[in-house]
């Protein structure tokens, strides 16, 4: 018997029964040249000779033809409909293969209408492989309505038995946020899988149902991969970090299933959030102990949790070893320079990444404008709009903008940072207005800065971030009067002031300070900490900016002593007491770090001789020696 060779692809059976003695591969030899084809040149080849021999008039080959020019790397979409076009009435394996190649490329619209199309030919028993692929087409598109339909027809053919069909189902209902209907269907199945379960994690996570969430993955009899990843993604989407984390290590406790790649995706992203540098560190000896191998998308993350708890080395390592790098792996190590404050490694990046041939992205430029800006490089961020616009010819988003505005400001040039918002094709966002009144503060340009602190609430009325940097304008001027306005608008409107918090990873925990916080277990040692660096910070010449405190405190004494327990400062306490000297300190904290703490934490940096970052609302601020990478200027 001669050997068949196999293919890289899945040739899944027909869904009408063949004769095997009529339509078999090694009746049909021409099948098994198929097999061995690794371009569309050759499949188009074996085309020909099934032409020639009159095999293509057989449904079984013509169907494994169409399958290969549908599904393999090699083939080719358009052959495969002209095949299925060439037959007067063609058989439903050739809609449903055609179906599941556009699913495969998110085309979810055109698979609907093939199905459809099946059925206005005449087809009298669509079976559970068309309805399976046309139901996930209508989850795809949230087409709710044409699913019931679907659901009808299903009833109607009586198919609901069957798990695929029942699946599908209950995953659109859960999907379009009809959790009710996919809790009845889940609830009268008779059989159900881990598939059936975890459609209705799914659901339960869109609707936001926490809850019902957890309950059901406790209820649950197995776990697979997709059960913890699904309460892992919910997680990190509504900010509870570190139960992501937990999850994580959970998961590989249970043994139930070995993390995936989108585990390890998920998993970074929470620690990058947080800035736990250790626990980052954690998760990449996991992988390389694991040898699992890093694509693109968890090279990326790696990249993207190094920046983001300001470990630049780390990333430029894991981007340096990278076997395999697309537009997110550069954009993630240019993002990560520039948010780091070195916009020049940024920009020399981008020319490499130019050079490779790797075509930039709308991303690509908004991380070498945004590096431009925090790096004063006005001429260079001007020549990399123009390349964007006129050698690519990418149309500039609000980001585009907003980083062009940001860069004339920043540089003292408000009249272009007018002018750009003026010729933009797009309204001015609160971003923009908030890094023109942040530019405004720094140059002291107080007449433009209350115009654009006015624009700034009026486009994000319900953020306290406006309010408050207006305040610092009116403050910084002296305008006290101001300031009291725009406390009575935050009062009238309900916006009340976020509190400062920081935190900080010693020993794999995370801790947390807010404001003038005192519920640390070490609440002394801490304050004792924060008594030594106040005298020692006197003694180098510091003297308190309290025209950064905005609250109605007259008295100048009460107001040194409220920026003394900024949380920052708490941080920094905790991090000198729980470290040994000469480690590096790292701070997240929820805000724009203020004038005054970044002037005491330039001096503590070269008292204490420690390196602190500190990653706030806006960017990193590298403090060593007494100055700070931002130079002064954020």
């Known amino acids: 018997m001669p050997s068949v060779a196999i293919l890289p692809f899945s040739l899944s059976p027909p869904s009408t029964p ?13 099948l098994s040249l198929l097999h061995l084809c690794t371009s569309l040149r050759e499949a188009t080849q074996v085309h020909s000779l099934m032409v020639k021999t009159s095999q293509i008039t057989d449904s079984y080959s013509a169907g494994r033809l169409v399958e290969f020019y549908a599904i393999s790397d090699h083939g080719s979409l358009d052959y495969a409909e002209k095949l299925l ?23 979810s619209l055109k698979s609907l209408h093939l199905f459809h199309r099946m059925l206005l030919l005449g087809s009298k028993d669509p079976d559970h492989f068309s309805f399976t692929f046309a139901l996930k087409a209508c989850t795809q598109l949230r087409a709710l309505a044409h699913g019931m339909q679907l659901h009808a027809q299903v009833i109607k053919r009586e198919l609901y038995s069957n798990s695929h069909v029942r699946n599908k189902l209950i995953h659109l209902y859960a999907v379009c946020r009809r959790i009710s209907d996919a809790r009845k269907m889940f609830d009268k199945s008779a059989h159900l899988d881990v598939v059936s379960w975890n459609s209705m994690l ?26 913890w990843n699904t309460l892992m993604a919910y997680y990190i989407e509504i900010g509870k970090l570190e139960e992501a984390v937990g999850t994580f290590r959970s998961m590989q406790e249970s043994q139930e299933c070995c993390p995936n790649r989108v585990s390890l995706v998920s ?38 949790m190094y920046s983001k708890c300001g470990y630049i080395g780390g990333a430029i390592c894991t981007f340096e070893t990278a076997t395999h790098r697309n537009v997110d792996t550069w954009n993630a190590m240019i993002s990560g320079f520039t948010t780091n404050g070195h916009s020049l490694e940024s920009l020399e990046l981008f020319l490499m990444m130019e050079n490779s041939g790797v075509t930039p992205n709308k991303i690509t430029f908004t991380c070498v404008l945004n590096a431009c800006s925090h790096g004063g490089l006005v001429d260079e961020g001007k020549q990399l709009f123009r390349k964007m616009t006129e050698v690519y010819k990418i149309e500039p988003d609000i980001g585009h903008y907003g980083c062009m505005v940001d860069l004339f400001s920043r540089a003292g040039l408000f009249e272009k940072a007018e002018e750009m918002i003026e010729t933009m094709l797009v309204e001015p966002d609160a971003v923009i207005w908030k890094s023109m009144v942040g530019a405004c503060r720094i140059h002291k340009n107080f007449k433009l800065g209350e115009k654009a602190g006015l624009r700034l609430i009026e486009a994000a009325p319900d953020d306290n971030a406006g309010y408050v940097l207006l305040s610092n304008i009116y403050a910084m001027s002296n305008n006290w009067k101001g300031v009291h306005k725009v406390r009575k608008m935050m009062s009238d409107r ?27 277990p070490k609440k002394k040692e801490i304050y004792k900490m924060l ?54 300190i790292r701070i997240v904290k929820n805000l724009r770090v203020c004038g005054d703490c970044h002037s005491a934490i330039k001096l503590i940096s070269e008292i204490y001789d420690r390196d602190i970052i500190v990653r706030d609302a806006s960017r990193f601020h590298h403090f060593r020696g007494g100055s700070c990478s931002c130079m002064d200027y954020w």
């Not at 970074?268 to 996991?286: C, D, F, P, T």
């Not at 900080?504 to 404001?515: K, L, Q, T």
């Open 202 to 227: 799914e659901g339960y996570a869109d609707c936001k149902d926490g809850d019902s969430l957890r309950d059901l993955f406790d209820e649950m009899p197995a776990r697979d991969v997709v059960s």
């Open 18 to 30: 063949l004769n095997p003695t009529t339509n078999s591969a090694f009746q049909n030899p021409n």
């Open 267 to 304: 998993v970074l992203s929470a620690v990058a959030h947080l800035g736990a540098l250790g626990q980052g560190l954690w998760a990449h000896a996991y992988i390389n102990r694991n040898k699992i191998e890093i694509d693109e998308n968890l090279c990326s993350a790696l990249i993207h």
């Open 85 to 107: 076009n060439s037959f007067e009435q063609p058989p439903n394996f050739f809609f449903t293969t055609l179906m599941r190649a556009h699913l495969k490329r998110s085309n």
């Open 494 to 520: 309900g916006v009340e002031k976020v509190p400062g918090c920081s935190s900080i990873e010693m020993d794999g925990v995370v801790h947390e300070f807010i404001a003038g916080d005192g519920s640390h």
């Open 531 to 584: 008594d030594e660096m106040g005298e020692r910070l006197k003694l180098a010449g510091y003297e308190a900016d309290t025209t950064q405190v905005l609250l109605d405190i007259d008295e100048e004494e009460a107001k040194e002593s409220s920026l003394a327990l900024h949380s920052e400062k708490l941080a920094i306490a905790f991090g000198l007491i729980g470290t040994s000297p000469g480690t590096s």
